[in-house]
């Protein structure tokens, strides 16, 4: 079972650089999210997508911008990157109503020099 | 307050119980769940709770939920040194961006 797959793991940039992180998720889910995880700090949510079409700003947009392609796939995409960036980020997936909670993939460990 | 609130640190020897506490934020909020996260790995679901029960029992886990104070506790009984994670309190909430996350609680299990 897949779940919530993240690419790529690990990576390292140089400020100014761009990258673009791939998530996909294969349990039809509507919803699907992006967050930050700092040491101390918990999880904070950049964006989200409700549904296929839609994205949201979430509590820390601000560098970021997001593409949902397509129901499965929902990517982050770091334009200028700069040290403050130097995060773990986490893609999940939920479905509708209900109990349903957030699925998770592993993180991709990124690091700004 | 807005925010979802846990202690960030507890230890405890092998073989005690662990309660970590949450205090959560809406009082409206119809589901809350446990994660738990190893070292690096994503969050893995452990429970949840709906709002309308108090109690909730899984094998080495026990969830407590006040709702009139919005508190909820996670209780481990019998830790061991697999149970060495950060433990995440959330609320679905019925608006926005549904789900809130607390910071953490790391806990350490000492043989």
């Known amino acids: 079972n897949a779940g919530v797959t993240q690419t790529p793991k690990f990576q390292v940039l140089k400020t100014g650089q761009s990258m673009t992180l791939q998530c996909a998720q294969d349990?039809?889910?509507?919803?699907m999210y992006w967050y930050r995880q700092d040491p101390g700090m918990g999880l904070r949510l950049i964006y989200y997508s409700a549904s296929e079409g839609t994205t949201d700003k979430g509590e820390v947009p601000n560098g970021y911008n997001v593409s949902r392609l397509n129901k499965r796939e929902f990517s982050l995409r770091l334009e200028s990157a700069a040290p403050s960036q130097t995060s773990v980020y986490f893609c999940?997936?939920?479905?509708?109503?209900?109990?349903?909670?957030?699925?998770f993939g592993d993180g991709t460990r990124l690091s700004i020099l | 307050g807005e925010d979802v609130e846990q202690s960030l640190f507890l230890s405890v020897r092998e073989g005690d119980s662990s309660v970590i506490n949450c205090t959560y934020t809406d009082s409206s909020s119809t589901y809350l769940y446990w994660y738990k996260q190893e070292p690096g790995a994503g969050l893995q679901l452990l429970t949840y709770i709906f709002s309308n029960m108090d109690m909730k029992q899984d094998q080495r886990l026990t969830v407590l939920l006040n709702k009139k104070d919005k508190h909820l506790s996670l209780r481990i009984a019998d830790t061991q040194t697999g149970d060495s994670a950060i433990y995440f309190c959330?609320?679905?909430?019925?608006?926005?961006?549904?789900?809130?996350f607390g910071p953490g609680t790391r806990l350490s299990v000492l043989p």
């Open positions: 999940a997936s939920s479905g509708g109503q209900g109990y349903q909670p957030q699925h």
């Open positions: 349990m039809n889910h509507n919803s």
């Open positions: 959330a609320e679905r909430r019925n608006y926005g961006q549904n789900f809130v």
